[in-house]
């Protein structure tokens, strides 16, 4: 288990980990998800103990890695962004030397770096050398390094990038049968994969660490903005009048729809009543036939963009927004736009 | 730190460098040992080696330049120093690879005493404790090239900054001619010594006050040995200076005849104190 307690790493003027505390238990897969830039590959660098941090404490299983950093390293695997590699070695000789690196007892060397070439698919290229080989297999290269001896904690940055769909997914189970008996904490900005394989999330923006949560409780915190989309056959007018007296509407707003005669309305809700009866009532009183009515509910992207937008605008920087976005419909993408404008006021 | 000095000898010879450097290095003293012990007849081995000392200028950079240079750069240093190996083994396993292959360089000379002795009369004495003190002074070279390409990414700076300091240094007894010895110079050339401490010490531990402090304290001294005309004054800073002419010792092996033990004992702690220090740099760069 590792805990971290207020770290923070300065670069000169530039504060790149902002007192960054949490606890990364065992037997459970953490996801380190934030904006490019925000800090987690600094941070994974620190608990790993290539860096050394400006203030703050990393204590692995309870050692402390600054004070006897041989023995607390000892519980660790790690794969860089850039996996560690030489070019002129084959694949068998780096994982020779790993794993007397690692200090893995002569007799067991062979049969564990064995078994981590097995879990990475890497047998058959065990001859050929580093330099010649496609980046993918690359990257398995610098996984087997890490599993390499099934360290306790395994840490891993951006593992799969770079990977194709197949490998992506044998990863993932690769990670998944891990996690039985290994704390595993992999930083990542692809959304989709931190939600479908992380038992906990935490989110990091410019340097401090702004939610650490389950996926599912972080999609619960969007609750209360939830938003309703339907589809009408009615009036603009009517459709606002009639509507606008239902309670635990925060915000209501009509458009023209797709198909001639219909409108496009977005509601907001406010509070946890449900209130799609109300508005099946009201409508079928009125007469205006409901063609559709959809629940968006947060999704883990939303959680993401506001959390990190929000750190962006208290620092007031410019920065690009994460390009990540699964392919969403149009009237998703509407109701979150809404979504967005509310909270500013 | 012996999985780190393995893969790198191994390196060394599965790249060309290894092969390449003691290939070179023996062409040429081959040429030497023919001119000098067999066209000319000179019968120490010893000579030659005095004469091939500039060698080191041009190879020893070569050898050196990617043992730190080249780490940084690949990002490969990640890997060494997550892992639970400190940096002191890290830094002692590429340094005994970097004298692994210039030992093996030298094997070869091993024989020449016999060869030499077989055509009239040698010494093996001479020429093997020459050998040893050349061996040395190659390891002391290879330290500064070791902590000069711990200070860059770049190979090729490594490599044009180790040959510049080891031109300086072999060219140090012909600078020290150029030093005056009154004691008016001596004092200048002091206090401008002194003011590099300073400056080191002050880039190395950001403290102004021991920089400072430690500039007081010497200016001090020099004024006060100025003024009170102390005898050490007089041709002080060229005394002070050729204590680095490393490469005196070997001179003294070589053409001299002159095993200088305390010359060995100081090339030793000069390799310690290069790999303090490299080890230092490398730390260093965590905390930064």
Redesign the interface.
């Given at each position: 288990m590792i805990e971290v307690k207020n770290l923070v790493k300065r670069y000169g003027s530039h504060t790149a980990v902002d007192h960054l505390s949490f606890t990364v238990e065992k037997g459970q897969i953490y996801g380190f998800l934030g904006p490019n830039g925000a800090g987690k590959s600094t941070t994974m660098n620190i608990m790993t103990g290539y860096l050394a941090p400006t203030e703050g404490e990393v204590r692995i299983n309870g050692i402390d890695l600054l004070e006897e950093p041989d023995e607390a390293k000892k519980y660790i695997g790690y794969l860089p962004e850039m996996p560690p590699l030489y070019p002129e070695m084959t694949v068998w000789e780096y994982m020779e030397f790993c794993a007397e690196l690692k200090k893995i007892p002569r007799k067991k060397r062979r049969e564990e770096i064995l078994s981590a070439m097995e879990l990475t698919k890497l047998e058959d290229r065990k001859n050929s050398l580093i330099r010649n080989l496609s980046k993918g297999y690359k990257q398995r290269v610098g996984l087997a390094q890490a599993v390499l001896g099934l360290p306790e904690i395994i840490i891993l940055d951006e593992p799969t990038v770079g990977l194709d769909p197949m490998q992506i997914i044998e990863i993932r189970d690769l990670i998944r049968s891990l996690a039985k008996n290994h704390t595993i904490l992999l930083s990542s900005h692809i959304l989709s994969e931190v939600s479908a394989v992380c038992d906990k999330i935490m989110i990091i923006s410019q340097g401090k660490l702004v939610a650490n949560d389950t996926p599912q409780r972080l999609e619960q915190t969007m609750k209360g903005v939830a938003t309703l989309n339907l589809e009408i056959r009615a009036d603009k007018k009517a459709v606002q009048r009639q509507l606008q007296s239902i309670r635990g509407i925060r915000h209501l707003s009509v458009k023209e729809g797709e198909e001639e005669g219909t409108v496009f309305v977005t509601i907001e809700e406010e509070g946890e009543e449900d209130i799609r009866e109300a508005l099946f009532y009201a409508c079928a009183n009125a007469k205006m036939p409901i063609l559709s009515m959809q629940s968006v509910k947060a999704t883990l992207e939303d959680v993401f963009l506001e959390l990190t937008s929000e750190t962006k605008k208290e620092d007031q920087r410019v920065e690009e927004s994460p390009q990540e976005a699964s392919p969403e419909e149009f009237k998703e993408t509407e109701a979150m736009e809404e979504e967005e404008d509310v909270r500013d006021l | 730190m012996?999985?780190?000095y393995?893969?790198e000898v191994?390196?060394y010879f599965?790249?060309m460098i290894g092969w390449v450097f003691i290939a070179f290095l023996m062409v040429v003293t081959g040429i030497y040992m023919y001119v000098y012990n067999f066209y000319y007849g000179f019968p120490y081995f010893g000579y030659t080696l005095y004469g091939i000392e500039f060698l080191y200028m041009i190879f020893i950079p070569i050898l050196t330049m990617r043992s730190m240079a080249e780490e940084r750069k690949?990002?490969?240093?990640?890997?060494?120093?997550?892992?639970?190996?400190?940096a002191t083994q890290i830094v002692l396993g590429k340094f005994f690879a970097m004298a692994t292959v210039l030992a093996l360089a030298l094997v070869p000379f091993f024989f020449t005493p016999i060869l030499i002795s077989s055509y009239g009369n040698g010494s093996y004495l001479i020429d093997y404790s020459t050998m040893l003190t050349f061996f040395l002074l190659g390891c002391v070279y290879i330290g500064i090239g070791m902590l000069i390409s711990s200070l860059t990414e770049s190979q090729i700076i490594a490599a044009v900054g180790t040959f510049v300091v080891l031109l300086l240094l072999h060219l140090w007894p012909s600078l020290m001619n150029l030093l005056p010895t009154s004691s008016a110079s001596t004092a200048i050339g002091m206090a401008l010594l002194l003011a590099l401490v300073c400056l080191v010490l002050h880039s190395m531990t950001k403290n102004i006050i021991l920089a400072l402090g430690v500039g007081i304290i010497g200016i001090l001294a020099i004024v006060i040995s100025y003024l009170t005309q102390a005898e050490w004054m007089d041709g002080g800073l060229v005394t002070l200076m050729s204590q680095l002419e490393l490469a005196a010792v070997l001179t003294d092996a070589g053409y001299n005849y002159i095993l200088d033990v305390s010359g060995l004992i100081l090339y030793l702690s000069l390799i310690f104190l290069m790999i303090f220090v490299t080890v230092q740099m490398m730390c260093k760069r965590?905390?930064?």
């Open positions: - | 012996f999985a780190i393995k893969r191994k390196s599965d790249t690949g990002k490969t240093d990640q890997l060494l120093l997550t892992s639970p190996v400190s965590r905390w930064s």
